[in-house]
């Protein structure tokens, strides 16, 4: 039903001429269909966002919407989170740091290490490896952690098996080699870490690329909706300069 729910509301709004262009369309790639959304970093704002005023998680896009201000072009999750909703590492909102970043091995995808954070800083953006990022000393406006990396200094993943069995609805996010462009990606149908990274790799062409999270995978542009029937943790925000 969500196939045909997002066919029908792509025919209604080309049609009637009502959902403005947006930087979002579908790829193949093997064998499976993603929603890849890309924008200029220059043309765009981000932040993340996880509670509301009151310290209480939003857990759905449709919470978070009202408290915005304006129009957002695209909605994700943004990272892995407890049953209470709270990130399971880094987490910065507002250059607040609300959650400490994690670097030891463990039981789950967050763990599969190498793992990386996706972070903001002015107008830089940039998806590093934990390890790197520490170095780098760097200190974000918005950042969260998650895991695995899908593609680190271009290569992909040392962990991923190419005929695993572990098939998922996964979303992840990638910057271009001139750190010029974003890439958000998230699969339609089930897809192995394998073929997700290698959308990043070499369709993408992004060198790192990180791993948001899996089943609860969601997304909402003018164009696109997918998941969101589950509560969310962390959520990232694209607008339009």
Known sequence: MSALWDLLFSLFCGILGLCPPDSCREMSHAGSQHIVCSYTISDISMKLYLNDAEGVPYGRFSKLEPDLGQ???MLMNGG?????LSAVGLYVEGRQQQKGISTKGGWGNFH???NGVFWIKGDQVGVTETKQYLARKIRPDYATQSGPMLVIDGKLHHRFLKDSDSRKIRNGVGISADG???HFAISKGSVTFWDFGKLFQERLKTPNALFLDGT????RTDKFRRGGWRQLGPMIA???K
């Open 71 to 73: 129009s957002p072009t």
């Open 216 to 219: 609860v995978s969601a997304i």
């Open 80 to 84: 892995m989170y407890h049953d209470d």
């Open 238 to 240: 694209v607008f339009k």
């Open 180 to 182: 010029k462009t974003i």
């Open 112 to 114: 599969l290490l190498p």
